[in-house]
């Protein structure tokens, strides 16, 4: 059994930063990538951010230059960085962790969601 546990969202005004973390627990052989999604209130979840296992970044355009993604494979936790945040960042952002539970068993896992509002 795997469990992602989300933190650092809340609310701050535009221009502001927040970290948000996700630290993966249980049964783990191995972990893959690890990405952030947001989602907006009647809007699909999109990828905001993800980085592999050999720390190889990609970023949503509407992110690059605000946002950085990183890793502690020995805490198997996956940080997002965002600064100068804007309203129209505002959404539930969720983790998503692809891992090994066994040599054979590659899976998806995702996070419970934090939300993150920017006020104007």
């Known amino acids: 059994q795997v469990q992602l546990v989300e933190s650092g969202g809340g609310l701050v005004q535009a221009g502001g930063s927040l970290r948000l973390s996700c630290a993966a627990s249980?049964?783990?052989?191995?972990?893959?990538?690890m990405s952030w999604y947001h989602q907006a209130p009647g809007k699909p979840r999109e990828l905001v951010a993800q980085?592999?296992?050999?720390?190889?970044?990609n970023y949503a355009e509407s992110v690059k230059g605000r946002f950085t993604i990183s890793r502690d494979n020995a805490k198997n936790t996956v940080y997002l960085q965002m600064n100068n945040l804007k309203p129209e960042d505002t959404a539930v952002y969720y983790c998503?962790?692809?891992?090994?539970?066994?040599?054979?068993?590659?899976?998806?896992?995702w996070g419970q969601g934090t939300q993150v509002t920017v006020s104007s």
């Open positions: 998503k962790v692809t891992l090994r539970t066994g040599v054979y068993s590659v899976s998806d896992y």
């Open positions: 249980g049964n783990i052989f191995s972990i893959n990538a």
């Open positions: 980085i592999t296992s050999g720390g190889a970044r």
